[in-house]
């Protein structure tokens, strides 16, 4: 069934030995996997996944996400994952915090995250860590060069964090960059120059409506034309 379309209450069924994830866009009832939303049903490692068109975040566990720093007490901040309601970010929640050294950080900062808990009964909970107390690359995003923000939709990212993605493996031949991409539809570039940060910005935006051999051409005329930093 995979690369296939299924749609929402389809029982969906693996031909695999041992254990399956049921990702976005499936659900467990029982013993059986059922569909959520129509779409293509994808595969990575052991991960299944529906692949739909989707502005709005729904929580996922184990899902990368940029949150937006909303609010601060004693014990938590409360970060904005684009999923309506805030999520919980407990201040021992990052490689190498103690109640009297974590990092300082202001409302409106961007904070590279993953969340643990997305029951909808209770609040969302997303840490900075792994399992085994290490950022793995996450944690709070730099500020002190320039950088954007932007937000596109979730399936896009999910497309843009594909093994191969032509895209990324093109413009990092291009330019010199960092991006950080949240699986809740925003996405974080920063670069030492200005120039280099809005084409950057601009190809990725543009490249959403695209497919690969657009994507492809694209880049050949960005590698073919000279641009002056500024």
């Not at 995250?113 to 793995?136: H, L, M, P, Q, T």
Request: with cysteine; charged share 20%; hydrophobic share 40%.
């Amino acid at each position: 069934m995979l690369n296939e379309i299924v749609l929402p209450g389809e029982i969906v069924e693996f031909e695999e030995d041992g254990q399956c994830i049921a990702g976005p866009g499936l659900t467990l009832k029982g013993d059986k996997i059922v569909c959520l939303n129509s779409g293509l049903l994808k595969k990575k490692g052991k991960i299944f996944w529906v692949q739909f068109f989707q502005s709005k975040y729904c929580t996922q566990k184990g899902d990368d996400v940029i949150g937006i720093i909303a609010g601060k007490t004693a014990e938590a901040f409360k970060v904005d994952v684009g999923a309506g309601e805030p999520a919980f970010l407990n201040v021992l929640s990052f490689e190498g915090a103690t109640k009297r050294s974590f990092p300082d950080l202001k409302i409106g900062d961007a904070v590279f995250c993953r969340i643990i808990s997305s029951d909808n009964a209770y609040e969302y909970e997303v840490v900075c860590v792994d399992g085994k107390g290490k950022a793995n690359g996450h944690g709070p995003l730099p500020s002190a060069q320039p950088s954007f923000l932007i937000n596109v939709s979730c399936n896009y990212c999910r497309r843009i964090l594909a093994e191969s993605c032509v895209l990324l493996d093109g413009l990092t031949k291009l330019y010199k960059f960092e991006i950080t991409i949240g699986h809740n539809g925003r996405i974080h570039v920063a670069s030492s120059s200005f120039g280099t940060l809005l084409l950057v910005v601009n190809a990725i935006l543009t490249a959403e409506s695209l497919d690969n051999s657009q994507i492809q051409k694209m880049l050949r005329k960005l590698e073919s034309k000279s641009f002056v930093d500024i």
